[in-house]
Nanobody
Framework: VQLQASGGGLVQAGGSLRLSCVAS????????MGWYRQAPGKQRELIAG????????NYADSVKDRFTISRHNAKNTVDLQLNSLKPDDTAVYYC?????????????????WGQGTLVTVSS
């Protein structure tokens, strides 16, 4: 599977963006998917995960109730809707796939990474 993310950009605080990740290759509907982000000087963190069938989602506390992850298996896409953006949300955002989600909601197994897309939130 190869992953291609898009949708990043510059937005004012309080604004919204929608990130999209398209997967090429077979097996997309078998994989759990996630969105990570990495801010300057910080470690990469998982912010949202979704099970292969879309029935289970998990969010980091920092984005809960503001971000929404969704997937469309027929189109091989996973999206991340970002609302009520804050300057602290500024980061490079990565989509990723793995075999499944573990009991904590994190991606489990070897992770395939897409290239990042930069989100910049101005105050």
């Amino acid at each position: 599977v190869q992953l291609q993310a898009s949708g990043g950009g510059l937005v004012q605080a309080g604004g919204s963006l929608r990130l999209s990740c398209v997967a090429s290759g077979s097996g997309f509907s078998l994989n759990a998917m996630g969105w990570y982000r990495q801010a300057p000087g910080k470690q990469r963190e998982l912010i949202a995960g979704i099970s292969n069938d879309g029935r289970f989602t998990n969010y980091a506390d920092s984005v809960k109730d503001r971000f929404t992850i969704s997937r469309h298996n027929a189109k091989n896409t996973v999206d991340l809707q970002l609302n009520s953006l804050k300057p602290d949300d500024t980061a490079v955002y990565y989509c990723a796939s793995a075999n499944s989600l573990d009991y904590t909601g994190r991606l489990y197994g070897p992770i395939t990474w897409g290239q990042g897309t930069l989100v910049t939130v101005s105050s």
